[in-house]
């Protein structure tokens, strides 16, 4: 059975820094778009970075240019985010999520994969 595991979420202080781990089981890592996502309360779900993880492509949603970065180890089937200078209006549900079609930009911007972690609380707060 596929398997997605976010890790690393918390709480923060403005301006603090965190990173998410995202790791795969039952299938390899370098043949897909791996990406992350985040819903805050009330709001729709939005592609925050994606990678192919086979080129290492990448997509960055505009808020979080120059502050997260998004990378792949294939070799430990993981794929992170490195989040700087967070921002309270970083705070939301991280998810982690795979798709077949490695299109880093398509599958950011549509918020469609095939498979889904169970994601990951992100609080900025101070």
């Known amino acids: 059975q596929v398997q997605l595991v976010e890790s690393g979420g918390g709480l923060v202080q403005p301006g603090g820094s965190l990173r998410l781990s995202c790791a795969a089981s039952e299938f390899t890592l370098d043949i897909y778009a791996i990406g992350w996502f985040r819903q805050a309360p009330g709001k729709e779900r939005e592609g925050v970075s994606c990678i192919n993880s086979s080129d290492g492509s990448t997509y960055y949603a505009d808020s979080v240019k120059g502050r997260f970065t998004i990378s792949r180890d294939n070799a430990k089937n993981t794929v992170y985010l490195q989040m700087n200078s967070l921002k309270p209006e970083d705070t939301a549900v991280y998810y982690c999520?795979?798709?077949?079609?490695?299109?880093?930009?398509?599958?950011?911007?549509?918020?469609?994969?095939?498979?889904w972690g169970q994601g990951t609380q992100v609080t900025v707060s101070s």
């Open positions: 999520a795979a798709d077949r079609v490695a299109d880093p930009i398509r599958q950011c911007v549509s918020s469609q994969s095939d498979y």
